[in-house]
């Protein structure tokens, strides 16, 4: 049964960093696409940042310059790496892959992790 995992968030003070892990087990799979998205209270949940098998990237433009995202595909992992964290920033952040098998290489499905919690305080 696959499972995400995600660690690193945290109370921090506006303008200081954090970095959120996700990590993927569980099966024999293939992380295709991979990215972190957030949720604040009362608002949908939006794309922070998203990276492809190729490494890839993509983001939402309120985090470009501030937030980065990679991948260790050795140990099925994704990172984000936030610097200069807003109050703005505050939200749970889930991690979301997109998982191939080797049952079936064609087929992808999607997967979340529970969330880890972000607040940044001004």
């Known amino acids: 049964q696959v499972q995400l995992v995600e660690s690193g968030g945290g109370l921090v003070q506006a303008g200081e960093s954090l970095r959120l892990s996700c990590v993927a087990s569980g099966s024999t799979f293939r992380i295709n696409a991979i990215g972190w998205y957030r949720q604040a209270p009362g608002k949908q949940r939006e794309l922070v940042a998203r990276i492809s098998s190729g490494s890839s990237t993509n983001y939402a433009d309120s985090v470009k310059g501030r937030f980065t995202i990679s991948r260790d595909n050795a140990e099925n992992t994704v990172y984000l790496q936030m610097n200069s964290l807003k109050p703005e920033d505050t939200a749970v952040y889930y991690c979301?892959?997109?998982?191939?098998?080797?049952?079936?290489?064609?087929?992808?499905?999607?997967?979340w992790g529970p969330g880890t919690q972000v607040t940044v305080s001004s």
């Open positions: 979301n892959a997109h998982l191939a098998f080797s049952s079936d290489y064609t087929k992808e499905f999607s997967y």
